[in-house]
């Protein structure tokens, strides 16, 4: 049987009611309670309409609680959020990035506990983050204050890296007095101990977060929620009914297959490592860190197969972080016979580099064993003066210098969406591009390249048109 007391304003009124359901008694025998409070709606005027709402409010806390649907769990959304992070069998860029996420989060939620959490609160801070002035994707410029205080830095520009937590080429770009994130900028800034705004220009396209980022947002929300559903903390995800804004529909940009032979003309006067990286990625539609994952033992010269088992990243503040593909699954793809003899000539180049780098060492065994200690993963792209594998920002530093030369924006993403629509121009069916590209489930393929798929199904309408209805009805 419920316990129900009034719950009175500073003017001695009833404005609501505390609604009590036994649970049972702790390990020191001390009486546990299910408790809600019930507000009395203004609509409501008569004593009568009161207790029989109060009466159906009870009836259904007592049900849910003989369920065992409500929660005694006293999270907040910013701890569990946490507990979330640290417990989940997470990538090292995905904890950075759900990290990054928090501050945008716990103001508007943080301190609320999981329990009472509702698709309100979602959908408030949802509309914050459009319209108020926390966009993170802005641009600031170091001043001559910054620069010469990170000049006179007493340590190594690589231990500076470390120190302040970017990478090596932000770094450069600042002291250069160019474009980096505002993120980038602050912890510059919190290094130097002063104010961002003392020593960078900032510069924002506006305010509020774009309905994309929102997205990732509500996503990591809903992640976080039905983890604490699976773990019993929460009878419900309340994130499934929140109405996070809509994200805008924007077509995956590729290149035309003239501008691939444009490029494919240009990689004859660039450097073996990279004209061999870019023709992989046009090949084979791989991402950017499966690329410079690759290792020589996945590579089937005989049979003209690639091996995608691998990954790497550049995570700010850890290095490079070698891992799995993007969704964790292998796959294993086939070359061009072009390739095969580009892999071979490569194989060979990178043999001869290593024989030079170690030709300085006359006692053999000494030259023997540092040559073992040379790229021990077998990897393909690999910095030639340590033998570690190559960051990804090096691939897109040298697409940066390549695009000036050409005229071409060159982006390795850009490939990837080349790839698909190549494949969808030739008919192949989207089961097998899904595969080829990786992606753990044939509706992502579905839905970045609709319309694609769309032009597809056209030229498939046509090609029954002219074999079957043209002819019958002329």
């Known amino acids: 049987m419920a316990n ?4 009175k304003n500073k003017d001695g009124i009833i404005s609501g009611y505390r609604i009590r359901v036994y649970k049972g008694e702790d390990q020191n025998g001390k009486k546990q309670f299910y408790s809600k409070n019930w507000t009395i709606p203004q609509t409501y005027k008569s004593e009568k309409a009161i207790q029989s709402a109060l009466a159906k409010v009870v009836g259904e806390f ?6 065992g649907e409500i929660s005694t769990d006293t999270h907040t959304f910013s701890t569990f959020a946490r507990y979330y992070i640290s417990t989940k069998d997470l990538k090292p860029a995905s904890v950075r990035f759900y990290n990054s996420l928090l501050p945008l989060i716990d103001p508007e939620i943080g301190s609320v506990k999981i329990k009472d959490l509702t698709p309100q609160h979602l959908d408030r801070l949802y509309k914050k983050l459009a319209t108020s002035d926390v966009k993170r994707d802005g641009k600031a410029t170091a001043t001559e204050k910054a620069i010469s205080m990170l000049k006179a830095q007493p340590i190594k520009r690589k231990d500076l890296c470390v120190a302040i937590g970017v990478s090596d080429a932000t770094l450069r770009e600042c002291m250069k007095g160019n474009h980096i994130s505002i993120e980038s900028a602050e912890k510059v800034s919190a290094y130097l101990k002063r104010n961002v705004k003392e020593l960078f220009e900032i510069a924002t396209s506006g305010t509020g977060i774009s309905a994309k980022y929102i997205g990732h947002v509500h996503s990591f929300i809903s992640s976080v929620l039905e983890f604490a559903v699976k773990k019993g903390f929460l009878s419900r995800n309340v994130a499934l009914q929140a109405t996070p804004p809509k994200k805008p529909k924007t077509e995956a940009e590729f290149f035309e297959i003239d501008a691939i032979l444009l490029i494919k003309e240009a990689l004859d006067h660039e450097p073996l490592k990279y004209k061999l990286a870019t023709c992989l990625l046009i090949d084979t539609g791989m991402r950017r860190g499966e690329l410079c994952g690759l290792k020589w033992k996945a590579i089937d010269l005989q049979n003209g197969t690639i091996r995608i088992e691998n990954n790497v990243q550049y995570i700010e503040g850890a290095g490079i972080i070698a891992g799995t593909p993007k969704t964790d699954k292998f796959r294993t793809v086939n070359i061009a016979p072009e390739l095969v003899t580009l892999l071979k000539k490569y194989r060979q180049e990178q043999k001869d580099q290593k024989a030079i780098l170690f030709s300085n ?13 040379y790229n021990p993963e077998g990897y393909l792209f690999i910095q030639e003066n340590t033998g570690k594998v190559m960051s990804p920002n090096t691939l897109n530093q040298w697409m940066i210098r390549f695009s000036k030369k050409i005229g071409l924006h060159v982006h390795p993403h850009k490939f990837r ?5 190549i494949l969808f121009a030739a008919g192949v069916d989207v089961v097998t591009v899904s595969k080829r590209l990786g992606h753990s489930q044939v509706s992502t393929t579905q839905n970045i390249y609709a319309h694609l798929l769309e032009q597809s199904d056209k030229n498939a309408s046509d090609a029954i048109s002219e074999l079957i209805f ?4 002329d």
């Open 417 to 421: 969406h080349s790839q698909a629509s």
């Open 4 to 7: 129900i007391s009034a719950i």
């Open 62 to 67: 007592e049900t849910q609680c003989k369920r």
């Open 361 to 373: 060492i006359e006692n053999t065994i000494q030259r023997h064993q540092q040559m073992k200690l």
């Open 470 to 473: 043209k002819e019958a009805w």
